[in-house]
């Protein structure tokens, strides 16, 4: 960490500064210049609140060299991490094809998407029953009762299943589940982070729509500074100023957190473009780009589907997108301890 | 609601699609061009599912005519909504000046921090108790303690208190608490807002970092389908390319939410630059503009606050400010029925 | 496009309202809602203004529905366009490979730079000779002197040049130019967009850091409608809130404007990123999602270059990139009629 | 500036960037940490290529703590910049209102609002002659002859004339124009913000879309650093993901420019929000929070206006507008050398 002063600091508040920092365990290296002097840090500094070093007068300006993060910081922690998930992977170059519709709505309809999506290659089954809607006179998902369907559709093909809690309440209903998801909306919801960090479940944490990727490292942060260090990342476009799709995939999220962090990065083009055309070409960019799997909505009827229908694909237009994804796979980035080789 | 439908399209398809709407008990007004079809829906579409019907393989694009949120437009409720809170109150013409420290810290500091504030003519006390922190190891709060530290403050003064709920499990501590904040990135979370609207509280929703005023209002509007109708908004910035200051106010969302809402509207200069030196001068253009009150972080002594010190004022520089929007408040833009007089 | 009225709009103003738009050849279809009237028009609205019909009194909203650009529109045009450019080309199936330093420096190092990147495989070479540079105090380029250097590079390769116009006072400079590039930052630079439009050259234009798609073609269409239909667009990234990398590059640009437009779509994943380590990732992304080539920025020594130098390649890793970008290419999306297949 | 370097740098590169910095005359303080080592520069490090030093192996980030503007920077320059314009002022504690139409259309109209605004209290008038339009087939701008127009309206109130240039080619035609504004999509056309360097009038520089403040001085220190010390700046909104209005005003702006910059700074509200009825609670705001003028769209019938009519006043409301801004003036924020007072 580094503090920038002021031209000509007041004594009494620098020396005063200075032993503060002293007391945090930390060492300074001075530096005056002609117009600023400058402090740099030596030492763990992950937990100092760098508003507060602002808001002293003598203080012009704080700039971080050490990220906030540990558990996530690829720098601590070398090696990927690989998060087993029944018979499939999150990471370790098993490539995951997560597949199933936005909402569970009948055990007809999830079990049958769950055999069409794994006979077209898909590790992971995925549907929600709890759904966050903008509206409340949306239909907010079958809850309890879609989770027991979505266990019943794992029972039948084996498929592990991911699906989204929405408050920590919901928690003990989530026994059985593979992987638990932490929606966009709810990616700085730290008490429900926190509470996740006390399982040992895979979490798969969606980046929220307005969140930096230093900010959705931090979430996992809460996560595995509780124990749990099964957390996967999840891309799923952030909202910027163009309208022409839902929001805008960022793909270079995928280099990025394999630079930053260890853990592994999911992408889901079905609701970063909300747009169904959209997801074969964001699929197979997302897999050149070299993620660690895709997640994609998938439904047997889409222009019936109970929410997010314009996003979600037939069982044949998944398995279309799900060959050209193993096509491009052999030919993907490759990342060498987070770097592309 | 708007539907335009792709060029010829398949009749079978286009008999259903009218089917399904007339189910829906809408009136359907056809307009054919020649490069589209228009169908015109008239009725109550606030709850037809938008995405649905752009999923339909015969649908070009669908745009909204009404809005999708009902309790809170002014449209079907022309009269400002007036909340009492104690002997303040949240809009009617009455202006709230809500001010206190970021977070509790102990019962010397928020009582006198009270008292400092109420003289300079604060109107409700804000003290965090649950402080959402980006990072874990950063002060969390004093949570349940720092609540009862409040209490005390307000005993003390008999100033109605704010504070921030973070989830639905605490909702039984907050019993005593005057006013409910949903801080911004709980803007969204959509099972506390239903819990929120089963109580009778006033409820003051912050703006998330990267939501629109619609979903602003979508969000007062979960709280007000629930029953409870004393909801106001809070204007607190939002994330843009600009990092000059911690997020960009937009204050044309005091003008734009009274057009579209009869719900008070409060601004919070302090959280949306996140600098001291900033506060003054866009407490005084929120004033000016019309806002309904302001939300100002003030502490005893900003250089040892244990978060966001570097957005607080002290109380000589909140009395200061306090002076100043007095002294423009009488010139201030009025609204009537939500238009700029 | 479709106006929708105020509720019981004053007779006359409708009257004039209608017999304005009359006047402007367009046939008007009404539906009358229960709070809501709404006007279709159908002819032809490219000319019509917007927001000249929202400022009317009577008028709550004016949507569109046909696209406001012509040319440069895929419903009018379904054909691919393909633009010839010497031994390369811009579209029609051929990859375009565009390869070479940021700035023209000298002699020894263009000439260099386009030897080492045609043995990787470019198509052409690219190179800046006017440099837009936010700082006044940075290297402004060779200018006309780099512009002679290029050329000179493009004698003793054969390879086309691609190269920015700041101004149309430069103009007479680029005659033996092959693409003349429109950079971001003069995307909407109307004035030069008019006079390309004179010229028959193939032009690149970039889109700018905060414009929509729509807004890119629009640029597109002020060159062909002064009847130069030679355009191809380039994404470069565009600006948001994250930070991480310098742009955030929208590969979704690639699907969407294909849908909406016939002309070739580049990408330019250095400029974007501004990271060397990001370029292979976001190319073999770019190249999967089905863009119709490259611009990628090659140095001979990346360490010395006087600009851009972080997000160079040095010519051995853009050989790599080459190569993988080449091994992707058998597998990437197509589109048929501006349709994923 | 501050360099921080990888871990174990390669000594002999090291070397290398030292010997380099040194030859950049700056001076190289070193910190050794566990971690990291930096290297603080002092010196003036205006011209030193950020980019540059960040393409290096052995570094790992650049920070800079000294501004990359000098003759903008408050720091350099610690009193007010004041511009007489004719018998107006941009700075220096006399308000500039600059209103007028959106283009001119005609001597009866320019002359005709020329009259009613300087009645209404307006010191500069505007009136666009050269438009900026998105679509080739919108209305360009009656072009010289609405410069001759605008004299003309010169010529019968004596009110001075602000209008925008858009192409360096026209800059001849300006001589008589009071203030030259560069618009928002010329703010980084860098040949013209030069060429503008060497004249000696008064330039209104408008924020871009996109733009940083800091950018947004870069482009003021490109024409003082022609010699030309006579700019304002002008925010007129950022593009933000807001829809509600056309862009997002930026009046945080204001104090963060008081604070960086010594130069006048003028607040748009007509076109940041496209809006007529949100044109007044923002003018207040603006004003309120110490802008040093305003610059506002008055048409003499808003619904004929060619173009933008949508964010016009009538004379009346402008008149309205102007007494109600005259109100708060006496109680608006302060600055004494860029600090609210």
Redesign the interface.
Known sequence: M?I?LKKDPEPKQLENLKAWLTGQKL?I?E??????T?L????DT??V?I??L????IV??V?R??E??KNANR?FHEEDTVIAVGPAQLGGGVFALIAGPCSVESEAQICGVARSVKQAGATMLRGGA?K?????????GLRGEGLTLLLEAKKQTGLPVVTEI????QLELFADVDVIQVGA??M?????L?ELGHTGKPILIKR???N????LL?SA??VM??GNPNVALCERG????????RN?????A???LK??SHLPVIVDPSH???I???V???A???????ADGLMIEVHND??H????????LTPEAFADVAA?VR??LP???RYDHG??V
């Open positions: 580094i920038i060492t290296h530096s005056r210049g002609e117009s600023h400058i740099g840090l030596v030492g992950t937990a609140d508003d507060l602002r808001a002293l007068d012009e300006d700039k060299v050490q906030p993060y720098k709890f966050p809607r903008a509206s409340p006179y949306s239909f907010q929405m408050d920590l309440s909306r709810n700085q919801n730290f008490e429900l926190k929220g729509l307005a930096t990727l230093e900010e931090m942060e809460y500074a509780g952030i909202r910027t100023f163009e309208t022409a799709a805008t995939l960022d793909l270079s995928i280099p990025l630079r930053m970063a473009t909300g169904a055309s959209l074969k070409p964001m197979l960019a997302a897999t050149a780009a070299g889409p222009s589907a109970l929410s997010d229908g314009a996003q979600s050209a096509a491009v030919f993907a980035c770097k592309a």
